[in-house]
């Protein structure tokens, strides 16, 4: 008899006419078949095989360079289920409106069935999905990004309990692109989308809509986080996790290097993007990375922004939307050295620093396996994953928010996290400086109503028995001339230091409207050019400040109606309390 996957394979030809069928099994030779064919037929791009072994470029229709919100739904039965931060149509309307994108869809096309895992290949949390695609960039980037092709089968066996995801290129056309998330049936929907986040389906539409979805259901917490490690002089080692909005230096915090003032620390990478977090037998959080590579992006990243990865992307990555030199090296704005004084662009057009355009798209993008970069945890595929001390929740804000601070308990972490906002950068937007609410930086990736979401964290809270301690970051506060006050980079290693002080109860703090706040000898500023003054404003709290964030916060808490649970109200009303004494 058929299993449950063959079934849903043939019922999938059926609708989209394949040319063939290829089942993925995740091989070296099935991979370098995929990339040959790929060089073939033009859709990809052999980089310098000398500087860069096995490395290849990949250019996206210039229509299709970004995850598309507005065109990514959540189809829950009830459309409360999904919340105000979903878009959202009836399960059954979805399948009227985009199933008949998919018929015929594959016509003169390989049908790729790719079984993979989420998460180490033999941990208990785990998960299996298959993606189905017709696009062979997909196949070979989800070999990258996740444990893909015989493990995933054998793991998978004839059991039905796997996500389900159907992409298609379509036509590519904007009009006919939609990203769907049925979570009630474990299904994902893609079409009109060969891009990123829109059609590498493990990964945003699994590892965090369904993730976190099923994580309620199941009593756990899939995040937005990376997952790092930091080891003291003393041997000592503290895993934390981060939630950051996108475009706020998350791969580059969890590949962080020590500075040369700060010898003795060491820092491990985990995970650069999202943490999948279960409560262990001795009542702590423990955490994995669902993914096994890395989809970070180019611009701005090189030698002093992050080595490491710079490093880990020299061999078997491939490269999305960069410029290429005529010495065939990928090339970015913000890479290391004077720009190529010629190059094609990522639109393959010819390019020079004077043609006033961008020679890479500002999301252009870099997949890389995990396994090569230098700070890789030697714990990152632990079965069990990591014990999380500290949670993080950061964003870019010019004024208000202090470097570092503690909330006093769980709950008031919770309504840290729900009121978190971060200011827009050019690469995520055109309009820059503009401050978005992105709670715990699950805007855009929680599968239901984030009321709810915010409830299932409470709740969690109260199953931990040594919960983490939670703190709001901001590396990016400025001074009344509009100059950044903190160096960032490695020095961000001095407030994770704090961080850690803290969890292990060694650093001091001052108690103040917003939570507990490093007094300014509590920071080791030696040997950077923060003065006393600089450190003062960093750690400032300017209560006007906060009483008008906090009015700002009811708005938004407000548009989760009864869904939002009321401790969360509490803490904004004990927070204007407390700033009002
Ligand atoms: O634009 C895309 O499709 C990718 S977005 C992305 C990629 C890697 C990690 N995080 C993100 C994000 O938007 O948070
Ligand atoms: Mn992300």
């Known amino acids: 008899m058929a299993t449950p996957l063959e079934q849903w394979v043939e019922e999938t030809a059926q609708h989209t006419r394949p040319k063939n069928i290829h089942w993925c099994d995740g091989s070296e030779a099935e991979y370098n078949k995929m990339i040959a064919d790929m060089l073939a037929s033009g859709t990809m791009l052999e980089l310098n095989q000398k500087a860069y072994p096995n490395c290849y470029l990949h250019r996206s229709d210039p229509s299709d360079v970004a995850r598309t919100e507005h065109l990514t739904f959540v189809c829950t039965s009830a459309k409360e289920d999904a919340g105000p931060n979903n878009n959202w149509m009836t399960p059954a309307d979805a399948k009227e409106k985009v199933g008949k994108l998919f018929a015929g869809a594959m016509q003169g096309r390989t049908m790729y069935v790719v079984p993979y895992i989420m998460g180490p290949v033999t941990s208990p949390f785990s998960q299996l999905g298959v993606e189905i695609t017709d696009s062979p960039y997909v196949a070979a980037s989800m070999r990258i990004m996740t444990r893909m092709g015989k493990a995933a089968l054998d793991r998978l066996g004839a059991s039905g309990n796997f996500v389900k995801g159907l992409h298609s290129l379509g036509d590519l056309s904007p009009e006919r692109r939609f990203i769907i998330h049925f979570p009630e049936e474990r299904l994902i929907w893609s079409v009109g989308s060969g891009y990123g986040g829109n059609a590498l389906l493990g990964k945003k539409c699994f590892a965090l809509r369904l993730g976190s979805f099923m994580a309620r259901e199941e009593g756990w917490l899939a995040e937005h986080c990376l997952i790092l490690g930091i080891e003291e002089p003393s041997g000592r080692t503290t895993y934390i996790a981060a939630a950051f909005p996108s475009a706020c230096g998350k791969t580059n915090l969890a590949m962080l290097i020590p500075p040369e003032s700060q010898k003795g620390y060491k820092v491990f990478t985990v995970g650069d993007d999202i943490a999948w977090m279960h409560i262990g037998a001795d009542g702590r959080l423990w955490a994995i990375n669902p993914e096994a590579g890395f989809f970070g992006v180019a611009p701005g990243t090189n030698y002093k922004t992050n080595p490491n990865v710079m490093e880990t992307i020299k061999r078997n990555s491939i490269f999305t939307n960069v410029a290429l030199t005529p010495d065939g090296l990928p090339w970015w704005e913000g890479l290391d050295g004077d ?162 002080g803290r969890v292990h109860q060694e650093a001091g703090a001052v108690e103040t409207p917003i939570g507990y706040v490093p007094r300014p000898q509590d920071i080791d500023t030696n040997g950077i050019a923060v003065s006393p003054t600089m450190l003062q404003e960093l750690l400032a709290v300017d209560r006007e400040g906060w009483i008008e964030a906090s009015h700002g916060q009811r708005e938004f808490l407000d548009k989760f109606g009864d869904r939002m649970p009321r401790e969360i109200w509490q803490e904004n009303e004990a927070l204007e309390q407390r700033l009002k004494r």
């Not at 009121?419 to 715990?440: H, I, L, Q």
């Not at 301690?469 to 994770?496: A, D, M, Y």
């Open 339 to 500: 720009p190529p004084a010629n190059a094609i662009d990522w639109q393959g057009k010819p390019w020079t620093p004077q043609s006033g355009t961008k020679g890479a798209h500002p999301n252009s993008r870099f997949t890389t396996p995990a396994s090569q970069c230098p700070s890789i945890s030697p714990h990152w595929e632990d079965p069990n994953g990591v014990p999380i001390s500290a949670i993080l929740f950061g964003g870019r804000r010019a004024k208000l928010v202090p470097l570092v601070y503690q909330s006093f308990n769980w709950q008031h972490g919770v309504f840290l996290g729900a009121t978190m906002a971060s200011e827009t950068t050019a690469a995520a937007t055109s309009a820059v400086g503009v401050v978005r609410r992105d709670p715990m930086a699950m805007l855009p990736f929680c599968g239901y109503n984030m009321g709810d979401y915010f409830g299932h964290w409470l709740a969690m809270g109260k199953r931990i028995k040594q919960a983490p301690l939670i703190f709001r970051t901001n590396w990016f506060r400025q001074s009344q001339e509009g100059k950044f006050l903190w160096p960032g980079f490695g020095e961000n290693l001095r407030v994770l230091r704090w961080v850690i």
